[in-house]
């Protein structure tokens, strides 16, 4: 399917835990998105993670005070949106890989601590099908408050084509 089949076929906006893995190569205990609801393709996507206590950070991050990391919150944010342009290209198992490039005005409002549930709103602000280079707003939010927003730039990585 090219870029442009891409664009007129149906899409689906919702990706389960089955298509989020299809999607992105992140596995237990680093794939931070339950669900992604809500997705406009190319544009925007809200993501759902149920923070759990059983995660492993929460056995040093802090004892006694269970918090989650502020990296971990980002990185939940950009998987939100690696799977919002994944899905957009239509690019499950394919072995599309994305990398962080840059994270800019980033702030943690807002502890998120064991049985929060956390919206991983995520918009574009630069980005077209088939390219390499995106930059993404993203907000964490808890119990309709702000817990962590950022903005942040990713590649992503096609596989190469067969010779």
């Known amino acids: 399917m090219n870029a442009k089949d891409n664009e007129t ?22 794939l931070l998105v339950d669900k992604v609801i809500d997705m406009v393709r190319f544009k925007s996507a809200l993501g759902i993670k149920n923070v759990t206590f059983n ?36 690019s499950a198992d394919e072995d599309v890989s994305v990398y962080f490039m840059s994270i800019d005005n980033c702030k943690f409002r807002r ?8 919206s991983l709103r995520v918009e574009t602000m630069r980005g077209k099908p088939g390219g390499k280079v995106w930059k993404f707003l993203g907000e964490a939010i808890v119990e309709d408050t702000v817990a962590a927003q950022a903005e942040f730039t990713a590649m992503i990585s096609f596989p190469q084509a067969a010779a």
């Open 111 to 118: 502890k998120v601590v064991p049985g929060d549930v956390m």
């Open 55 to 90: 995660e492993p950070h929460f056995q040093g991050h802090f004892p006694g005070e269970p918090i989650m990391p502020g990296v971990m919150i980002v990185e939940a944010l950009a998987q939100t949106s690696a799977v919002l342009v994944g899905h957009s290209m239509a």
């Open 9 to 30: 076929a149906e899409f689906e906006t919702t990706a389960d835990l089955a298509m989020i893995q299809r999607i992105l190569p992140h596995r237990y205990p680093f």
